[in-house]
């Protein structure tokens, strides 16, 4: 199957929606991309770029949203949420609280997706840090076909999100994304065992599953999913583990789960708490942190 970025297709689909809704807006942070060269070439009455400035990006994205524009803020993953956190935080949580504003942070880089570029540019607190804020909805798509069908969700919630895209092309995992606003997808069906995961992770969960008799189940609206009905699906589950490009026991997915399921036995798999300095690629950098297919799979079968 065909791999394409989810940032790609994420824009391509959002260059369509701004021919007839002039209510859309895009801010940048000199951070750019081919379709976003469209999105500014064909409207650049509605395309901003602040330059390398993402607390200014925040600001200028609030004015827009709270002017009634749908706004998109899109940079760097790890610099769009850590760089300018209080802006996000006073601006957009707390001020979302009282004034209705759709805005859409995008930050592309999620994880270890640029691995060769070092610590500066892994991504491993956002899950943690953005989950905790309220009135922030997380999405965490593990392909480009759960980030398209997005898009529509995107525009019509008037309330702010953040959007957390993988910087390389990844494969489909699926063919359509039914009834996307449960939150998560089960990919495959097993009974005693299942693996929650999101993002990248996901990928390599459904590696892992095809060996095993297990359920795998990708999340992606990591704090606004139907719990009730995840609660349905792990009914018969013993044992779940969570799986997530992300430093474990830090509030992100596996806080999440852990909160939710404390009649399970869960087990929290992700990066340990510490900063990888070594370069290399993807995999070099998830082997260095115990998170090797092999590794994974060996703690899976201890349960």
């Given at each position: 199957m065909q791999s394409k970025a989810m940032r790609d297709v994420f824009l391509a689909s959002l260059h369509e929606e701004m021919a007839h809704d002039e209510s859309i807006f895009f801010v940048a942070a000199d951070f750019g991309s081919p379709i976003l060269d469209k999105i500014r070439a064909d409207y650049p009455a509605r395309f901003i770029n602040v330059g390398i400035a993402e607390q200014n990006l925040i600001n200028v994205a609030t004015g827009l949203a709270l002017e009634g524009f749908k706004v998109f803020a899109y940079a760097i993953a790890p610099f769009i949420t850590m760089r300018c956190y209080e802006q996000i935080r006073v601006n957009i949580a707390i001020l979302s609280q009282i004034r209705d504003m759709n805005i859409n942070i995008i930050g592309v880089g999620?994880?270890?997706?640029?691995?060769?570029?070092g610590p500066t540019h892994h991504c491993l607190e956002d899950l943690s840090i953005m989950r905790t804020l309220p009135n922030i909805e997380v999405f965490s798509p593990s392909d480009y076909v759960t980030a398209q069908s997005y898009v529509k969700r995107a525009l019509k919630i008037k309330k702010p999100k953040y959007i957390r895209f993988d910087a390389q092309p990844l494969v489909a995992l699926r063919d359509e994304v039914e009834d996307f606003d449960v939150g998560f997808s089960v990919l495959k069906e097993g009974e005693r065992v299942a693996i929650l995961s999101t993002g990248y992770m996901t990928h390599k969960a459904v590696s892992i599953a095809k060996e095993l008799d297990i359920k795998l189940i990708d999340i992606y609206l990591i704090n606004s999913y139907d719990k009730e009905k995840l609660q349905e699906a792990l009914q018969e589950c013993e044992v779940i583990f969570t799986l997530e490009e992300a430093f474990?026991?830090?509030?992100?997915?596996?806080?999440?789960?852990?909160?939710?399921?404390?009649?399970k036995k869960v087990v929290n798999l992700g990066f340990e708490k510490k900063y990888t300095f070594e370069i290399g690629s993807r995999e070099f950098v998830h082997q260095e942190n115990g998170l090797s297919e092999d590794e994974i799979l060996k703690e899976i079968k201890k349960h």
């Open positions: 999620a994880g270890v997706s640029y691995a060769m570029s474990k026991n830090s509030g992100g997915l596996d806080a999440e789960i852990n909160f939710h399921f404390k009649d």
